[in-house]
C-alpha cells in the first residue's frame, strides 16, 4: 500500500471515528435531557400541589415542604418562583417570600451567586428579582458587571422586577453603560415612572455628552416638569440631541414655547431634525397655525413628511383640511394625504 493510500485510510477511519463520537455526544445529551425532565415531572407531581395550598396560607402545606430533601430544592424554586412571571399580584409575591424563606432558598440562590457557571448566576438573579428579596440588592447591582452578558441582562431584569428605590440612583448612573442591554436598561429605569426625572435631570445638568440618553430616557418617564429642559436642549448644536429633544416633547406634550421651536425647527438642514420637529407637534392646535407648516412638509424627505402627514391627522379640522387640500396631489404630498385620510376614515 503506498503512502498516499495508508494516508487517505487513516483519514477514513479518522473520520469515522469522529463522526461516530459526535453522534454518541448528541444521544448521551438527549439521555440527560429526558432524565433530568423526567426528574422534574416527578418532583413537580409530588410537590406542585404543596405549593398550591402553602400560597393559599396553609401553613402544614409549608411546613411540608420545608421538610422536603436538600436535592429538591432548587426544583421546587422553580415551581414556586416560575409563575411570578405572569402573576405579579402582591399578595401571592408576598406568600411566595415567606415560603422561600422557610425553604431556605435565599440562602441557595446566595450560593448560586458565587457559582462558577454563569447559568447558575442567571438564575438566582431572576429569583430574587422575581421574589423582590431587596436585601440582596447590592449583590444584584454587583452582578452589572458581571463579565457574562447573560449574567447582566438577569441583574437588569431582577432590578426591574424589584422596583427598589435604593437601586434607582445606580439604575440612572449605568442607563449609559453600553454593556449592558439596551432595552433592559430602559426597562429597569421606566419601571420606577417619574420617581427617576428629578436624578435624570440633574445628572443631564452636568454630563452634557450623554445629552441624547437623557433626552431618551425623559421621553420615556419624565413628565411636564422636564418640558423647559427639553426645550432648551433643542438649541443645542449637535443634531441627535436636538432630534432626541423634540421625540421626548412629542411623547410629553408641547407647551407654546416648545411648539415654536419646534414650527422653527421644521426648516432645520438636518433630517432628523425636521422629523422629529414635526412629530413633537402632534396634536397641536395652538398658535403657529402648525398645520399650514406641516402642510408644506408632505412632498420633504420620507422621514420628515411621514410624521409631517401623522401630526396632521392629529390636529382636528385644521389639520383635516390641509390633508384634504393636499390629496388630489399626485406626488407624495398627494400619496400620505390620502392614506392620513383615509385612515382617520376607518378609524371612525
Known amino acids: ?42 418532583i413537580e407531581r409530588r410537590y406542585q400541589p404543596l405549593i398550591q395550598r402553602a400560597l393559599t396560607g396553609d401553613d402544614s402545606a409549608a411546613g411540608a415542604l420545608a421538610m422536603s430533601p436538600a436535592r429538591h430544592r432548587p426544583a421546587i424554586a422553580r415551581l414556586l418562583v416560575t409563575p411570578l412571571i405572569t402573576d405579579r399580584r402582591p399578595a401571592r409575591i408576598a406568600r411566595t417570600r415567606v415560603i422561600a424563606d422557610e425553604l431556605a432558598l435565599v440562602a441557595l440562590a446566595d450560593r448560586y451567586l458565587r457559582s462558577v457557571w454563569w ?32 449574567v447582566r441582562a438577569a441583574a437588569l431584569d431582577a432590578l426591574t422586577d424589584m422596583r427598589d428605590p435604593a437601586a434607582l ?26 420617581d427617576s426625572e428629578p436624578f435624570l435631570l440633574e445628572l443631564a445638568t452636568a454630563d452634557h455628552a450623554n445629552r441624547v440618553n437623557y433626552a431618551r430616557a425623559l421621553g420615556m418617564c419624565g413628565t411636564i416638569r422636564c418640558r423647559p429642559a427639553l426645550a432648551s436642549w433643542t438649541r443645542d ?44 407637534l402632534q396634536g397641536w392646535t395652538g398658535d403657529g397655525n402648525a398645520a399650514t407648516h406641516l402642510a408644506r412638509h408632505l412632498d420633504d424627505a420620507w422621514p420628515v413628511a411621514i410624521r409631517a402627514a401623522r401630526s396632521l391627522r392629529t390636529m382636528g379640522p385644521g389639520g383635516l383640511s390641509e390633508l384634504q387640500a393636499s390629496a388630489s396631489r399626485p406626488d407624495l404630498a398627494g400619496i400620505l394625504a390620502r392614506q392620513m385620510l383615509w385612515s382617520g376614515a376607518a378609524q371612525c
Open 169 to 194: 440612583a445606580a439604575i440612572v448612573v449605568r442607563f449609559h453603560d453600553p454593556s449592558l442591554h439596551r432595552g433592559r436598561r430602559a426597562a429597569a429605569l421606566t419601571a420606577f415612572g417619574s
Open 1 to 42: 500500500m503506498t503512502d498516499v493510500s495508508r494516508f487517505a485510510t487513516v483519514i477514513l477511519w479518522t473520520s469515522v471515528a469522529l463522526a461516530a463520537a459526535a453522534l454518541a455526544a448528541v444521544v448521551v445529551e438527549r439521555a440527560a435531557v429526558a432524565l433530568i425532565g423526567m426528574r422534574f415531572r416527578r
Open 237 to 280: 448644536s449637535r443634531p441627535q440631541v436636538r432630534a432626541a429633544a423634540f421625540e421626548a416633547l412629542a411623547r410629553i406634550g408641547v407647551d407654546e414655547t416648545s411648539a415654536a421651536l419646534a414650527l422653527e425647527a421644521l426648516d432645520a438642514d438636518e433630517q432628523q431634525v425636521r422629523a422629529m420637529a414635526a412629530y413633537a
Open 119 to 150: 447559568w447558575r448566576r442567571a438564575l438566582a438573579l431572576r429569583a430574587l428579582g422575581l421574589v423582590q428579596v431587596r436585601e440582596r440588592t447590592p449583590a444584584i447591582l454587583a452582578s452589572l458587571d458581571d463579565p457574562r452578558p447573560q
